[in-house]
């Protein structure tokens, strides 16, 4: 079983920076990881993921801005976002997909005041 702990969420005004952390715990092989947000009254959406052998992927709206990378030997994921918008404000949740399975953390709220 994969457990999965975010951390670094909080209130940044716009334009302002943060930056996401996710372990997991044990010494899993994860295959993909990722980042996904919610925001209030929205659906769950993917920000960006990240293979093992470091292909990466991003939504639109975070490209230029957004950068995930990740420690294989920490089994740790990271989210390092610049010049953050009110419209980024969402819980962000983050994901990992292991032996064909995806398991998910509890979330850390991220808040961009205007």
């Known amino acids: 079983q994969v457990q999965l702990v975010e951390s670094g969420g909080g209130l940044v005004p716009a334009g302002g920076s943060l930056r996401l952390s996710c372990a997991a715990s044990g010494t899993f092989s994860l295959n993909v990881m990722g980042w996904y947000r919610q925001a209030p009254g929205k659906q769950r959406e993917l920000v960006a993921r990240?293979?093992?052998?470091?292909?990466?992927n991003y939504a639109d709206s975070v490209k230029g801005r957004f950068t995930i990378s990740r420690d294989n030997a920490k089994n740790t994921v990271y989210l390092q976002m610049n010049s953050l918008k009110p419209e980024d404000t969402a819980v962000y949740y983050c994901?990992?997909?292991?032996?064909?399975?995806?398991?998910w953390g509890k979330g850390t709220l991220v808040t961009v005041s205007s």
């Open positions: 994901t990992a997909n292991w032996r064909g399975m995806d398991y």
């Open positions: 990240i293979a093992s052998r470091m292909s990466t």
